[in-house]
């Protein structure tokens, strides 16, 4: 690192070692390419020295791409009339769940829309049949209320994902007609009571987002203790109304995810599927700046195609076997492993050892 300059590695490391960083500072690191190589240097290594150098397979079931929502940048937005809608029935979800563990996943993501189309006792059904084959369950529905949320806990889910997407109140009402900014937040509070490992995250390059604003939602994912923190670029869909606008640059993504890793050294980072959608080696790159977490698509078939949140996703004719041992393959090339644990964040066992459970 000799030819950076002695004031970005100061920044850097003394955000490592105190896990600290200003909103003036946040702001400096995402405006300038000078501290991009000691940034991604001390997140690799916070990621190792508090993580180490095992990754997370976890596989992602996409279960429904129904959705009553409208968020302008999404291809599942209610709107998008083009699109072939499906919903897998409980026991389709859980033979593709099965299929799963048995090639080595350890959690299951339950993904869909957001839809009412599943009684809870029917997902709660799946939930608890998923935890008797001895995966871990993460859930991500969206905004449902305290009960539901509840009732999936009770059932036996681990964890819940859900976005802010942006901080910014007049960004977020730009984007999400007729949603309540401050529900989300509600329903995110709700979770970490509930106890569940609660993530959140957000999108980087929307339209009128600017850097003050990601260093806003920065600094809120380190207020609000979160246990995992998925950052991806905006990709625009061309079925959305946003579909003519540019997209967001995989670098400012990698340094937003960076920063997080520097600020919450002990959650789980994915390197999502977004960047690998930008950079052919995208996912690989953001395991070297401090992700820790990969979460391939465990669904087969059409499906893999029809959850087309953006366009250029990635392995779409690929088999969930093969994807596994593609991104095995890639993990040992860069001298990490695949962990053998149920998955959960460095954070969120210390937070249950502290409550003495
Ligand atoms: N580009 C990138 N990410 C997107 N998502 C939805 N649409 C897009 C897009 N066009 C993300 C949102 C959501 C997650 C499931 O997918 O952040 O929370
Ligand atoms: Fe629906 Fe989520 Fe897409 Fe919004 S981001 S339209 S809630 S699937």
Same mark, same amino acid.
């Given at each position: 690192?000799?030819?950076?300059?002695?004031?970005?590695?100061?920044?850097?490391?003394? +955000?490592? =070692?105190?896990? #600290?960083?200003?909103? &003036?500072?946040?702001?400096? !690191?995402?405006?300038? $390419?000078?501290?991009?190589?000691?940034?991604?240097?001390?997140?690799?290594?916070?990621?190792?020295?508090?993580?180490?150098?095992?990754?997370?397979?976890?596989?992602?079931?996409?279960?429904?791409?129904?959705?009553?929502?409208?968020?302008?940048?999404?291809?599942?937005?209610?709107?998008?009339?083009?699109?072939?809608?499906?919903?897998?029935?409980?026991?389709?979800?859980?033979?593709?769940?099965?299929?799963?563990?048995?090639?080595?996943?350890?959690?299951?993501?339950?993904?869909?829309?957001?839809?009412?189309?599943?009684?809870?006792?029917?997902?709660?059904?799946?939930?608890?049949?998923?935890?008797?084959?001895?995966?871990?369950?993460?859930?991500?529905?969206?905004?449902?209320?305290?009960?539901?949320? +509840?009732? =999936?806990?009770? #059932?036996?889910?681990? &964890?819940?994902?859900?976005? !802010?997407?942006?901080? $910014?109140?007049?960004?977020?009402?730009?984007?999400?007609?007729?949603?309540?900014?401050?529900?989300?937040?509600?329903?995110?509070?709700?979770?970490?009571?509930?106890?569940?490992?609660?993530?959140?995250?957000?999108?980087?390059?929307?339209?009128?987002?600017?850097?003050?604003?990601?260093?806003?939602?920065?600094?809120?994912?380190?207020?609000?203790?979160?246990?995992?923190?998925?950052?991806?670029?905006?990709?625009?869909?061309?079925?959305?109304?946003?579909?003519?606008?540019?997209?967001?640059?995989?670098?400012?993504?990698?340094?937003?995810?960076?920063?997080?890793?520097?600020?919450?050294?002990?959650?789980?980072?994915?390197?999502?599927?977004?960047?690998?959608?930008?950079?052919?080696?995208?996912?690989?790159?953001?395991?070297?700046?401090?992700?820790?977490?990969?979460?391939?698509?465990?669904?087969?078939?059409?499906?893999?195609?029809?959850?087309?949140?953006?366009?250029?996703?990635?392995?779409?004719?690929?088999?969930?076997?093969?994807?596994?041992?593609?991104?095995?393959?890639?993990?040992?090339?860069?001298?990490?492993?695949?962990?053998?644990?149920?998955?959960?964040?460095?954070?969120?066992?210390?937070?249950?050892?502290?409550?003495?459970?």
């Amino acid at each position: 690192m000799s030819h950076i300059s002695v004031f970005a590695i100061d920044t850097v490391q003394k +955000a490592f =070692y105190t896990s #600290a960083l200003t909103h &003036r500072e946040i702001v400096g !690191i995402l405006s300038s $390419d000078k501290y991009d190589e000691a940034l991604f240097f001390y997140a690799d290594l916070a990621r190792k020295t508090h993580n180490g150098n095992d990754v997370h397979l976890k596989g992602l079931l996409e279960f429904s791409n129904v959705c009553e929502r409208n968020c302008f940048y999404c291809g599942l937005r209610r709107q998008n009339k083009i699109l072939k809608r499906y919903a897998l029935k409980p026991d389709e979800i859980i033979a593709f769940a099965q299929k799963a563990i048995a090639y080595g996943y350890k959690t299951i993501v339950l993904q869909s829309g957001e839809n009412n189309i599943y009684k809870i006792d029917d997902l709660c059904g799946a939930i608890t049949a998923i935890r008797d084959m001895g995966a871990h369950v993460t859930l991500s529905l969206g905004e449902k209320s305290r009960e539901e949320y +509840a009732a =999936y806990k009770q #059932a036996g889910a681990n &964890r819940y994902l859900l976005r !802010i997407e942006t901080t $910014d109140p007049s960004l977020y009402k730009q984007l999400h007609p007729s949603m309540s900014h401050q529900n989300r937040f509600n329903c995110l509070t709700t979770l970490q009571e509930l106890g569940y490992e609660t993530g959140s995250g957000s999108l980087v390059g929307l339209p009128n987002q600017t850097l003050s604003s990601i260093a806003d939602d920065i600094l809120f994912f380190k207020e609000s203790d979160f246990d995992m923190i998925g950052i991806g670029p905006f990709i625009p869909n061309e079925n959305t109304p946003l579909g003519d606008e540019r997209g967001g640059d995989f670098v400012l993504a990698l340094k937003v995810m960076a920063i997080v890793r520097l600020l919450l050294p002990k959650i789980n980072i994915p390197a999502t599927t977004a960047m690998e959608t930008l950079d052919k080696n995208g996912r690989i790159r953001a395991l070297q700046c401090g992700a820790n977490v990969v979460m391939p698509v465990v669904t087969e078939g059409e499906y893999r195609k029809l959850y087309r949140l953006y366009p250029g996703k990635i392995c779409l004719d690929d088999a969930p076997r093969h994807c596994r041992g593609c991104i095995t393959g890639k993990i040992m090339a860069i001298g990490r492993g695949v962990s053998a644990t149920n998955g959960d964040s460095v954070r969120f066992g210390d937070r249950l050892a502290a409550q003495g459970g």
